[in-house]
Each structure stands twice: as structure tokens, then as C-alpha cells.
């Protein structure tokens, strides 16, 4: 009973000693008291909103400059659909072209020769042979006595006529336009034709090529007729855009 009543008053003691060092200390720590006078403290809340102000002019600045760049982006997305649709207009032949190439002429033998030979037509198939051997020879554009060529164009025998984007091919001289890449390629054109077995056979419809050299400037028209496309529907986006 005793040793408790010890163990107690020991306790006891450490406590009341505890709490009066915690008290001399609180008393020996005097509290520190802001000295500043009313304009020092004006002064520090004027560089606070100075701070502040400079602040909300940069998130302002920030916040303009993110709509000017979405603005920028929407713009360059239609820029380049506008000029993807060009580019696709122009490869499709819907649009006027011009360039370095060359101008051939289909005439009559008999103009040459003095004498009068008969012409039945130009040959359907002849003349798909020639736009084959230009376009494998660097031709990119072309048209036939003012007919574009497309990849649609049909050229075919309609009642003892050739015809063209349903145009016939009766008139002589008939000119052939063709444009190249660049007037390299015009040149290269120009030369492999010379030597081109399809110009000799030009002969078995009473007919003669003439190739003039390359020229820097040629104009080509544009397709005249609607083009109709067939056995193509357009994709249906899922839901999401994807």
C-alpha cells in the first residue's frame, strides 16, 4: 500500500513539475508583435496587388494567345482542304492547266504528198494506243482537239465516227496536247515519240504525226462534261467519329 502510495505522489510530482517548466517557458518567450505602421502595411498590400495584377495579365495573354492558336488551326484545316480540293480538281481534270509539253498533229497523207488521198477516220483503238505510249513516256495531262482526257474519258467507233467525250473526230489537222512534269521531262517526251512505232502506224489510216518541239507554255482546257461516278457510296462514320 505504501510503495502506491508513493508511486502516486511521484506522478503527482512529475505533472505540476511538467506543466511549470511549460509556464516559465511561455513567460520567458515574449510574443513577437508586428512594429510596421499603416503605411508600411499600405505599401505591402500595394505590391501584393501589383503582383496580382501581373499575374491576370499574363493568364489574359496566356488565354488570348490558346484562342488565337485554335483560331490559326481551324483556318490551316481549311486552308488545306481547300487546297487538297484544288489539287484533286486539278489531277481529275476539272480545271484549266498549263506547262511545258508537247503539240502533235494527225493530217492527212495526201497534204504532204500533193495528192488526193482519201481519209476514212482516226481509229479508235490507234488512238488509245497513242495516249497509252504518252502517258508511259511522261505525260500527264492531255487533250484531244480540245477535248480533255480523263481517267472516265471513252473513245470509241459510234457509227463509222470516232468520238471523244461524245464529240467525233472529223476535222483535220487534229492537234493532240500533252503537258509533262517539267521541261525535262517534255524533252525526254518529245524524243522517245520521234522513235515510237505508233506514229508509223498512223500510216495504215492514211494519216501522218507531226511532233513539234517541246514549248515552255502549253495550255490545256478543262473537262466540259459532268463526271458521273458509278459503284461508290460514302462511308458511314460510326458513332464518335471513328
Known sequence: MRSQKNFYFALTAAIIGFMVAIQFRTVSEPVVRDTRDTWELREDLMAEKEIQSQLLLEIRSNEEKLTKYKNERQQSKAMVLKDTLSELKSEAGLTKVSGPGVILTLYPIGEELGADVPVSYVSPSLLKRLLNELNLNGAIHAAVDGQRVINTTVIRDINKETKINGR????FPLEIRVIAASAQDAEKLYNRMQASQVIEDFFIDNLQVSIKKPQTDI??????????I??????????GGG
Open 230 to 239: 458509278r459503284f461508290m457510296e460514302p462511308v458511314e462514320t460510326a458513332k
Open 219 to 228: 495550255e490545256i482546257p478543262a473537262y466540259e462534261d459532268t463526271v458521273r
Open 168 to 171: 467525233s473526230l472529223k476535222r
